[in-house]
């Protein structure tokens, strides 16, 4: 969730130096992600297949590398602004850069995606740990 909030919040900033500020807070809510992760494959997958899980953990990241990249670069170049950057013999020259709102809903799309995994790695029962699960199990048949 603090990468979330730190995606919002990048929504919101109005100077380079927030932007950055910003941006540190999505660094460490990306962190705590992929150490979420990790430690949910550790707990769940059987201590034989976690070579494998391991891999397809990277299989994943590596594929959503390969298609946000391109999302947001279609995003960029849909909603984009021109700007006049001067002139020449009398004629103005202008340039074409993303707009504003672009970014905004590359931010807003990454603070969704960030809240889903933060969803799937709240809800799933092995995160606190085998004996912690089985532990909340047994509490729940006695009620």
């Known amino acids: ?4 909030v730190g995606f919002l919040l990048d929504t919101q900033a109005s100077t380079y130096t927030q932007f950055l500020v910003f941006l540190f807070v999505v660094g460490i809510g990306v962190g705590m992600v992929s150490a979420s992760v990790i430690n949910l494959l550790v707990l769940t997958v059987d201590p034989r297949d976690i070579g494998l899980a391991s891999s397809m953990n990277t299989v994943f990241k590596n594929l959503g590398n390969a298609v946000g990249a391109p999302i947001t670069g279609s ?7 021109s700007i006049l950057v001067g002139s020449k013999n009398g004629s103005s020259i202008y340039m074409s850069v993303p707009s504003n709102a672009a970014f905004h809903y590359c931010f807003y799309l990454a603070a969704v995606s960030f809240a889903a995994i933060a969803l799937i790695v709240l809800f799933a029962d ?9 532990q ?4 729940e048949i006695e009620q």
Request: aromatic content about 4%; overall charge neutral.
């Open 1 to 4: 969730m603090i990468a979330v």
């Open 75 to 81: 995003i960029l170049s849909t909603f984009t602004v």
């Open 126 to 134: 092995e995160v606190l740990g085998k004996k912690a699960s089985e």
């Open 136 to 139: 909340l199990k047994e509490s």
